[in-house]
């Protein structure tokens, strides 16, 4: 937001707002990837944990 902030923005609608800030699907899309990657590094890190002692 202080990016459009710069162009002059003051106020934006909730329609407006959900464009640009990519509304609740956006959210729920983003939350998802982050969540798998993280179980994805996790489960890499514990393989080669678990790897290297046996």
């Known amino acids: ?3 459009l902030e ?3 923005v ?3 609608s909730i329609r407006d707002l959900k464009k640009t800030e990519g509304g609740f699907w956006g959210a ?3 939350g998802t990837v ?4 993280g ?3 996790a489960g890499e890190k514990i393989g080669r944990t678990l790897a ?3």
């Open 52 to 54: 290297h002692y046996y």
């Open 10 to 12: 003051q106020a934006m």
């Open 39 to 41: 179980a994805w590094i």
């Open 28 to 30: 729920v899309v983003s």
């Open 6 to 8: 710069s162009y002059g």
């Open 34 to 37: 982050a969540a798998i990657t």
């Open 1 to 3: 937001m202080k990016n």
